[in-house]
């Protein structure tokens, strides 16, 4: 009786500590104005990328900036942006279709496969992948990757885009097995003791249970790697080239728009000229890329989420 008395009086000493009302009072702002610094970096962001690719549409017609001729530095500047949106789709497909089966087998060996003991060591080892800096797959894919192929595709190019989509989709399968596994890992137990005990095989639970049962999580994990390839630029400017033709042959070398701005900030276009303001409105693109894939992302998540 002695020690519920002793708390009681201890909670309500410290609810009449003038301290803690002054924390408490303090406490909700800050927690406001944490919450807030995202959304005031975003606007800012997209601010900055708004108002400068606006001084660069205002200059350039749109009719020419949907071309297929992109030559900023000749003497009379063309800025179409078609070759540098082609060659971001043509290594993102790559990239996908290199991380899909691969991350998306790797996440059904751990979800329904591999032994706990077994699972422990191989996703860690996994996720190594996404720790290692993309400028260190830049130059594997170049030094690596591009002379293999070579030996294989005797007309590819040293800078081509075959190369880099393979090693972006090395680097993009964490992402997808990692969030494919979770989505797996969340089917409950019992659809799959009531699937074996209708007579159905492991891979038939499998395929015809847990995937479709875990399919907004595994679609999802699909559109975020596409938006994580189509942001990549390390690897994209060591082995891709500067290539600024329109083409679909990816033994070739092209530009992505990643590529583009790293190329120009180095110090080709000055301050306030129509290319330095191209660079905006190629972030700008990139910008409103990404925001539609992770809101596709969104949509399908909650679209065709399953709950149990």
């Known amino acids: 009786m002695d020690k519920t008395v002793r708390v009681k009086d201890i909670i309500k000493k410290n609810i009449n500590s003038n301290k803690n009302?002054?924390?408490?009072?303090?406490?909700?702002?800050?927690?406001?104005?944490?919450?807030?610094?995202?959304?005031l970096t975003t606007i800012g962001i997209v601010s900055t990328l708004v108002v400068d690719a606006y001084?660069?549409?205002?200059?350039?017609?749109?009719?020419?900036v949907f071309s297929t001729k992109l030559a900023p530095l000749g003497s009379n500047p063309s800025f179409g942006i078609l070759p540098l949106i082609n060659g971001t789709v043509i290594t993102s497909i790559i990239a996908m279709g290199v991380a899909i089966p691969i991350g998306l087998t790797a996440a059904i060996?751990?979800?329904?496969?591999?032994?706990?003991?077994?699972?422990?060591?191989?996703?860690?080892?996994?996720?190594l992948l996404a720790g290692i800096?993309?400028?260190?797959?830049?130059?594997?894919?170049?030094?690596?990757?591009?002379?293999?192929?070579?030996?294989?595709?005797?007309?590819?190019?040293?800078?081509?885009?075959?190369?880099?989509g393979i090693v972006m989709g090395i680097?993009?399968?964490?992402?997808?097995?990692?969030?494919?596994?979770?989505?797996?890992?969340?089917?409950?137990?019992?659809?799959r003791e009531g699937a074996l005990a209708l007579g159905s095989t492991k891979l038939e639970v499998t395929i015809k249970v847990v995937v479709p049962a875990a399919i907004s999580g595994i679609i999802?994990?699909?559109?975020?790697?596409?938006?994580?390839?189509?942001?990549?630029?390390?690897?994209?400017?060591?082995?891709?080239?500067s290539s600024k033709n329109f083409t679909f042959d990816v033994t070739k070398s092209i530009q992505t728009m990643t590529a583009y701005i790293v190329e120009f900030t180095s110090g080709?276009?000055?301050?306030?000229?129509?290319?330095?303001?191209?660079?905006?409105?190629?972030?700008?693109?990139?910008?409103?890329?990404?925001?539609?894939?992770?809101?596709?992302?969104?949509?399908?998540?909650?679209?065709?989420?399953?709950?149990?």
Request: proline share 5%.
């Open 220 to 241: 999802a994990s699909f559109v975020l790697g596409i938006s994580r390839a189509i942001g990549e630029t390390m690897i994209v400017v060591i082995a891709s080239g």
């Open 268 to 308: 080709d276009a000055g301050s306030g000229t129509l290319g330095y303001y191209s660079l905006y409105a190629v972030g700008l693109i990139l910008f409103v890329f990404t925001l539609l894939m992770n809101l596709l992302a969104r949509y399908i998540s909650r679209r065709y989420r399953e709950e149990y």
């Open 55 to 64: 001084k660069f549409f205002r200059q350039v017609p749109i009719k020419e």
């Open 21 to 39: 009302r002054q924390i408490e009072k303090i406490m909700p702002t800050l927690f406001f104005l944490a919450a807030t610094i995202s959304i």
């Open 171 to 191: 680097m993009i399968i964490p992402l997808v097995a990692s969030l494919s596994e979770d989505a797996m890992n969340s089917v409950p137990n019992a659809m």
């Open 109 to 127: 060996y751990l979800s329904e496969y591999a032994s706990e003991n077994c699972r422990k060591a191989l996703k860690p080892i996994m996720e």
């Open 133 to 164: 800096p993309t400028i260190v797959y830049g130059f594997f894919a170049y030094s690596f990757v591009t002379p293999l192929l070579m030996t294989i595709i005797p007309d590819l190019g040293a800078k081509n885009a075959l190369s880099p």
